[in-house]
Each structure stands twice: as C-alpha cells, then as structure tokens.
C-alpha cells in the first residue's frame, strides 16, 4: 500500500534553513514511472508548488522559490527531501510531498499525497 | 503567471443535493486540469485529471467539465463524506509552472 510521511522539525527560526523529508512507501522512489515533489499551504492560504524531481532526469522548481529550494533523494532509505534556505514567516505552512505519475508531456497532476506536516518559522 | 479563481468560496449544500464548483483561468489551460479533495488533517486526494477523466476509485457522483479558461466540478447528490475543501490546479504551462486556486469550501447547509 503506498504511503508517503513527511517529517522533520515543526519550528524553524527566521534566516535558517528549514529540512523535512519525505518517506515513500510501497513504491521505489527510482521506479522512472513517477515524479516525486513538494506543495505546501500557508495557514489560511492556497497550495503551492515547490518542486518536483524525476530519478532518472530532470528537477523542476517553482520559479518563486528557485533560488532557495534544493531536492534530493536518498534512494537506500527511499526517502525525498526537501531544503529551503534562508526562512522568514512567510514560510509557515503545512508542507506536503506528493506523487505524480508519468504521463504526456503536458500532464503534471498529483496522484498521491502526504497528510501534511505544519512547519512555523518563528524565534 | 497563470491565476486560478475558484468560485464561490464557500457553498453551502444539503446532503443530496447537487453541487456546482467554478474554476476560472486568467489565460487559456486548454483541459490541462485537475481537481482535489481535501480534508482537515489528511492528504489531498485527486478527483479529476485532464479536465474530465475521473481518477481510479473516484465514485461516478463526482464529474468535471469545461476547457480553455472556465471549468467545473459537479458532485450529483452530495455524501456526508463529500464535504471538504476543493482545489483546482492548471498544468497547461509545465515545465516549469503549476497553479492552484484558492479553493471552494462545501460545507453542510
């Protein structure tokens, strides 16, 4: 049964970088069949998009956050992360990671979530 | 930027009931579309990809119209289970950009 499970630290001080990772389970993150990202929602807010990468290829930023956002993946834990550097309040939200199955080129839709987790950027 | 306006932000429906939810693009998304379900504490679930094309387990009550700029979500008779937040998010850009709207609450009348 696939899972994906967000985790990492719930409160993160202005000017550093917040982390969180991203758990995949019941599917292989290298499987060339899928995308893997990161969306988020300010408290009160719509969603986001950060980020997305594909194993085997390319990594994809939403180019409001491109120069403070990095992905990585670390494929003997099956897990994705995602770093985003030099934080201010606007940051807080609930992060989620996210599947996106390969399609035409044109198709880039979620398929399957996390449940969430809140990030506060707060001193 | 491609900006998605989802109307109204909040409706209020009976159980049974039909309900119609709007989303609007600033520039032509061809049927490059999704629609997501969403509940406090839990994952998004998507329901529409492609404008129209129910995702797999999505039940038959839940149906989406519409190409260009103007698109809808009709759910036939609404469940208990169907209250929620709803998004619409384009793709018709990609790579790089993906939008979503602000969302339509539907809550209990």
Not at chain 1, 18 to 34: D, F, K, P
Not at chain 1, 47 to 58: K, T, V
Not at chain 2, 10 to 21: I, W, Y
Not at chain 2, 55 to 78: D, M, N, V
Request: include cysteine; glycine fraction near 8%.
């Amino acid at each position: 049964q696939l899972q994906l499970q967000e985790s990492g630290p719930g409160l993160v001080k202005p000017s550093e970088t917040l982390s969180l990772t991203c758990t995949v389970s019941g599917v292989s993150i290298s499987n060339n069949n899928y995308f893997w990202g990161w969306i988020r929602q300010p408290p009160g807010k719509g969603l986001e998009w950060i980020g997305s990468f594909y194993f085997s290829g390319s990594t994809h930023y939403n180019p409001s956050l491109k120069s403070r956002v990095t992905l990585s993946v670390d494929t003997s834990k099956n897990q994705f992360s995602l770093r985003l550097n030099s934080v201010t309040a606007a940051d807080t939200a609930v992060y989620f990671c996210a599947r996106t199955p390969v399609g035409a080129p044109s198709e880039f839709y979620f398929d399957f979530w996390g449940q969430g987790t809140l990030v506060t950027v707060s001193s | 930027e491609i900006v998605m306006t989802q109307s109204p932000a909040t409706l209020s429906v009976s159980p049974g009931e039909r309900a119609t939810l709007s989303c609007r693009a600033s520039q032509s998304v061809s049927s490059n579309l999704a629609w997501y379900q969403h509940k406090p504490g839990q994952a998004p679930r998507l329901l529409i990809y492609s404008a129209s094309t129910r995702a797999t387990g999505i039940p038959a009550r839940f149906s989406g119209s519409g190409s260009g700029t103007e698109f809808t979500l009709t759910i036939s008779s609404l469940q208990s289970e169907d209250f929620a937040v709803y998004y619409c998010q384009q793709y018709n850009n990609w790579p790089p950009a993906l939008t979503f709207g602000g969302g339509t609450k539907v809550e209990i009348k």
